[in-house]
Every structure is written in structure tokens, then in C-alpha cells.
């Protein structure tokens, strides 16, 4: 009996990498992104905290593709599952997102690469802003578990990809 846990879109990646060390060269040949899991500190933070479907949208593939592929090398059965949550689509630029309205930017890039995460940071300054205030952060790979964090705690958020390891997410207050 396999007592491995399943490889599904809501599996941490720091449970996968655990369970199942073997795909850790797979990971990384998906996206190039993953290879900053190779950072012990990234893998003790990071990696506990964000699941495979959130991974897909740092990766910047589908989860239908992510998890089929890790299935497929562990020697597991297809999942039946569409892309559905997989990359962030590209979406036009938001009319609220102008450089007028930023009032911060934070470049939580070197933060990331020794092994913090900037979570609390982010949702402080977050909480400061005002209606039709924008605030921004830099990240090396777009932040989606940190995007599911902001939009429950009501904010709207927009990622672009600036450039190699140079992604702005911009943050203002809902409604």
C-alpha cells in the first residue's frame, strides 16, 4: 500500500517535494521558476504554504498540465480534471491601476530570496490604504497564493509581468 499522498491541485508543494522527492527535477523542467524551491529557506516557507494549483499560476501553466505531468512521472493514474484555474490569463491593464493613484512600492524580491515571506508586510500596508489608493509589489514570480490572501481580505489585485523574475502586483481597496 502507497502511503504517499495523492498528487491533486489543493497538494502543497512542500508535501509533494516531501512524498515525493524524485519529481523535484520534473518541477522544475515544467516551469524554470521552480527551481528557487532548490533554496532550503524558500522550501521550508513558500513551499508549505502554496498548492499545486497555485503553482500552476507562478509556473505559468495549467494545472490540468502540472498535475498530469507529476501524475504521469510518479507512476500514478491520469486525474480527470480540465485547466480550469490554471495560468492567470492575460487581462487588459485595470482603469484603476495608474501611477497617479500608487501611493507605495515595495520590492519584496530580495525579502523572497533569503527566505521570507512578505506576507505580513504587504497585507499592513494593504490595510492603510484608501479608497482609490493604489499600493504595488514586486515579486520574482507572480504571487498567487498572496493573491488569494488579498482578495479575501477584500482588495482587488492586477499582476504584470514586467520582465525576468519582475512582477508587479498592484493592490487597491474593493468596492
Known amino acids: 500500500m502507497n502511503d504517499r499522498p495523492d498528487i491533486t491541485p489543493d497538494l502543497k508543494v512542500g508535501a509533494l517535494l516531501d512524498a515525493y522527492p524524485e519529481l523535484e527535477e520534473t518541477l522544475v523542467g515544467i516551469a524554470p521558476h521552480f527551481a528557487k524551491l532548490r533554496n532550503p529557506m524558500l522550501r521550508k516557507t513558500v513551499a508549505k504554504v502554496t498548492s499545486l494549483q497555485q503553482a500552476a499560476a507562478v509556473g505559468g ?43 507605495e512600492t515595495f520590492d519584496a524580491r ?45 482588495f482587488e489585485a492586477w499582476t504584470e509581468c514586467a520582465g525576468p523574475e519582475d512582477f508587479r502586483t498592484h493592490c487597491t481597496p474593493r468596492g
Not at 505531468?69 to 480534471?81: D, F, Y
Not at 493573491?147 to 481580505?153: E, F, G, N, T
Request: glycine content about 12%.
Open 61 to 103: 501553466v495549467t494545472v490540468g498540465k502540472l498535475i498530469g505531468t507529476l501524475r504521469s512521472e510518479a507512476g500514478l493514474e491520469a486525474a480527470e480534471m480540465g485547466d480550469e484555474g490554471g495560468a492567470t490569463s492575460a487581462t487588459e491593464r485595470p482603469a484603476w491601476v495608474v501611477d497617479e493613484a500608487n501611493v
Open 110 to 154: 530580495a525579502m523572497i530570496e533569503a527566505g521570507e515571506m512578505p506576507m505580513a508586510r504587504v497585507m499592513g500596508s494593504l490595510d492603510k490604504l484608501s479608497a482609490g489608493e493604489v499600493y504595488t509589489f514586486i515579486t520574482p514570480f507572480a504571487p498567487a497564493p498572496l493573491l488569494d490572501r488579498i482578495a479575501a481580505a477584500g
